[in-house]
């Protein structure tokens, strides 16, 4: 699975083209917006549109994923918009990032494999202070049938890799919910989320 799961970022990232463009998520945009600058960090963080943005309104950003290829591109991007950010690549236990040694978090589509969904999760809020934010949008296991209507809306094809609302209560208990829904969002983020899904979108408070 790791391979293979390797294999696909590496091919989806190794065009010339941002796959989801070079412009931020909405959703973060708007998260962003309310907090004070600090340091954050983007799992999955694929070709850096989001965390190069981030870096952009004076965060000191971090940022890791399995794939070299999003790891290039995204200090490519960083460097035509005049910014920086520490990113690394491989699995988050190898990558020596400090417990709560974050204010923000950010899962944007970050969606990891069944088996290792739930702990990556966890060991994530470990790695963020006390009153530190996670913001997470990702595709809701109801977004298969948008999928099916309308492949172009991109997204994982297995039910295991989406979100539920019980699945983000249970991975993130000692957070504080602010926010927490699922809802159908319009996307148009580069080549590959375009149209129709249903996504879970969650901001917590660690207590």
Not at 3 to 24: C, H, I, M, S, T
Not at 121 to 128: F, R
Request: aromatic content about 12%; glycine content about 10%.
């Amino acid at each position: 699975m790791e391979n293979e799961f390797l294999k696909r970022w590496n091919d989806v990232y190794g065009n010339e083209a941002y796959a989801y463009g070079q412009n931020p998520n909405e959703f973060l945009k708007e998260q962003l917006a309310n907090l004070s600058p600090g340091k954050i960090l983007f799992p999955a963080e694929g070709e850096g549109r989001n965390g190069v943005y981030a870096a952009e309104l004076g965060w000191e950003v971090s940022a890791f994923d399995i794939s070299e290829k999003g790891k290039n591109k995204a200090l490519n991007l960083a460097k035509a918009k005049q910014v920086e950010m520490d990113y690394r690549v491989g699995e988050l236990a190898e990558l020596g990032f400090a417990p709560a040694s974050f204010d923000a978090i950010a899962l944007i589509y970050a969606h990891f494999p069944p088996e290792i969904k739930s702990a990556y999760h966890q060991a994530l809020g470990k790695l963020l202070k006390k009153g530190g934010i996670i913001i997470f949008e990702a595709f809701s296991k109801s977004h298969l049938k948008y999928r099916a209507e309308n492949p172009k809306v991109g997204g994982p094809g297995q039910i295991d890799f989406l979100a539920s609302m019980a699945e983000i209560k249970a991975d993130f208990s000692d957070f504080e919910i602010i926010e927490l829904e699922e809802k159908v969002v319009e996307l148009s983020e580069g080549l590959y989320h375009n149209g129709k899904g249903a996504v879970i979108r969650f901001v917590g408070r660690k207590k």
